[in-house]
C-alpha cells in the first residue's frame, strides 16, 4: 500500500463515517493508522468521550471499496496486531 493510496483511505473515511455515538464526522488527526497491507488498512478512530472504532478499509485498483466500522477495545487493537504480525497472506485472516 502505497502513501497515495493511504491518503485516498484516509480521505474516504473523513467523508464517510460518522463516529455511532454521537454522529459527528471524525477529523484527520483522529484517525489514526493501526496496521496494513496489500489491500487492506486498519484504521483506529477517535472521538473524544467516545469509544474508539476500527475501520477496516479494503481497497482495489488504488481506490477504497469497502469500509466496515466497529467498536473496538485496547485489547481488539493489541489483538489484531498480533494476528497480523503472525500471518503472512491478509486472506487468512478471514479464513
Ligand atoms: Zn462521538
Not at 473496538?72 to 504480525?85: C, E, L, P, R
Amino acid at each position: 500500500m502505497n502513501p497515495s493510496e493511504i491518503q485516498k483511505i484516509f480521505q474516504t473515511v473523513v467523508k464517510s463515517v460518522r463516529c455511532p455515538h454521537c454522529g459527528k464526522r471524525y477529523s484527520y488527526e483522529n484517525v489514526h493508522i493501526v496496521s496494513t497491507a496489500d489491500s487492506i488498512c486498519f484504521l483506529q478512530l477517535e472521538c473524544s468521550g467516545h469509544v474508539p472504532m476500527l475501520a477496516t478499509v479494503s481497497i482495489s485498483g488504488s481506490l477504497p471499496q469497502e469500509v466496515s466500522v466497529t467498536p473496538i477495545s485496547t485489547d481488539d487493537v493489541i489483538n489484531s496486531y498480533k494476528k497480523i504480525n503472525k500471518t503472512n497472506s491478509i486472506k487468512k485472516l478471514f479464513e
